[in-house]
């Protein structure tokens, strides 16, 4: 039987009433980004036709907060299928880093879960090669607005119910969803080691992210695949390991989401940015690693041999 490990970021994300964004607001030029940064055509799992229109407001907001509340939000788009749609908008804000808010609005008509996680996917990337910044961001699929991404900073609440939701909010929607039959429940410890090259924190949270778009195309129940993929700008690659065991445990999508979300909270606690492996363990095995590692793309290693019996607390 699987025992539920609770994880350590678990995306408080905020189910509220449909709100239509002003579309007025969406600027029709990338202020002064060129298209390439916004719209990269190198990433080879998002659909070109899906294309975001940012408009950078005034004032910056804090990077960390920004990637975690966009990787939480991102882990609960991943975590259910792929091709629903979006009735009412969606926003993270999670503690510690709730100085933060990144909320996805629908536009005239129900927003396509896809198009949520590829744009939003998008904007992770444009924030990291540009200063992240209180913005307004617009998605549009073959040029026709579908929905918008706002990245706030905001005062952080003073009073949060138990849940950790806003007082005024309807609805709240844990990760990972209750509709989630119970052996999709994320039963994944993770085990962090970090002692090489230093890393950019945009090198490693756009890898992360790049993961969760990829695994967000299977069902949570599914088999988690082998996953490599390099960012030569970023001298950075990543690579996600499922062990070739013979018997169950196996390591399912659910547990390579949950571990990216313990992976990206662990280096946001400890702020060590550097090369770094993370065992994946059900039922205290093993079964697949994360290694996120300096250089521009990866000759493919197997895991350590024996690594399956070591555990390391600290």
Known sequence: MRVLSLLALLPSVVSTAAVQPNTNAISTQINSVPDQIANATGLSWVDPRLTIDPEAGAGAVNEISAYINALGLLSALAIKDFDSTLTSTLSASIAPWDDVKISIQRGQAPLPRRFAIWGLFRAIYY???????????????????????????????????????????NITVAFPPEALPPEALPAT??????????????????????????????????????????????????????????????????????????????????????????????????????????????????????????????
């Not at 073959?142 to 138990?162: C, E, K, Y």
């Open 127 to 169: 924030i990291s090669k540009t200063a992240p910044t209180n913005s307004t961001i617009g998605l549009q699929y073959d040029g026709q607005p579908v929905g918008t991404i706002l990245f706030r900073s905001v005062t952080r609440p003073n009073a949060l119910d138990a849940a950790g939701s806003d007082s005024s909010t």
């Open 189 to 314: 410890q993770t085990t962090y080691k970090s002692n090489g090259k230093d890393l950019s924190l945009a090198g490693i949270y756009i890898s992360l992210a790049s993961a969760l778009v990829q695994m967000a195309e299977k069902a949570a129940t599914d088999l988690m695949f082998a996953l490599t993929h390099g960012w030569p700008e970023f001298d950075t690659w990543i690579k996600i390991t499922p062990e070739m065991r013979v018997d169950p445990p196996d390591m399912a999508v659910v547990d390579g989401i949950s571990a990216v979300c313990q992976t990206a909270n662990t280096i946001a606690e400890r702020a060590r940015y550097a090369e770094f492996t993370t065992l994946v363990i059900v039922q205290d095995m093993l079964v697949g690693r994360i290694d996120v590692e300096y250089g521009q793309g990866p000759a493919v290693q197997m895991p350590d041999p024996g690594v399956a019996g070591q555990v390391d607390t600290t």
